[in-house]
């Protein structure tokens, strides 16, 4: 589950997009600069899209090394989102300014 949660929020903060025929993974470094991710997240990415957690956009092109060409960019839908914000909450019920404030000095 840990996993699933860093996907997800990197995919609404970094950004992924699909590349190639195989549609490997890869993380925007940039507007049109990227790199390729670690297996494990490639696989849990593809799996978030199946299970239509998240969806696939539109065509962009962008720069992976020495190479260039068209990528697919890979969408988070709301309700991910807020999905994602909830699971990251329960993680995290104290907020820390909140618990100092409750001291007592």
């Given at each position: 589950?840990?996993?699933?949660?860093?996907?997800?929020?990197?995919?609404?903060?970094?950004?992924?997009?699909?590349?190639?025929?195989?549609?490997?993974?890869?993380?925007?470094?940039?507007?049109?600069?990227?790199?390729?991710?670690?297996?494990?997240?490639d696989?849990?990415?593809?799996?978030?899209?199946?299970?239509?957690?998240?969806?696939?956009?539109?065509?962009?092109?962008?720069?992976?090394?020495?190479?260039?060409?068209?990528?697919?960019?890979?969408?988070?839908p709301?309700?991910?989102?807020?999905?994602?914000?909830?699971?990251?909450?329960?993680a995290?019920?104290?907020?820390?300014?909140?618990?100092?404030?409750?001291?007592?000095?």
């Open positions: 589950m840990d996993l699933i949660e860093k996907v997800l929020r990197s995919a609404s903060r970094i950004g992924f997009v699909l590349v190639g025929i195989r549609e490997d993974v890869y993380k925007r470094l940039s507007n049109d600069e990227v790199e390729k991710v670690p297996d494990h997240v696989v849990a990415v593809h799996q978030l899209i199946e299970a239509r957690w998240l969806e696939i956009g539109s065509t962009h092109h962008v720069r992976y090394g020495r190479y260039q060409g068209s990528a697919r960019s890979v969408l988070v709301r309700r991910s989102k807020q999905a994602s914000y909830r699971w990251e909450a329960l995290n019920p104290w907020n820390t300014v909140e618990t100092e404030r409750g001291r007592v000095a």
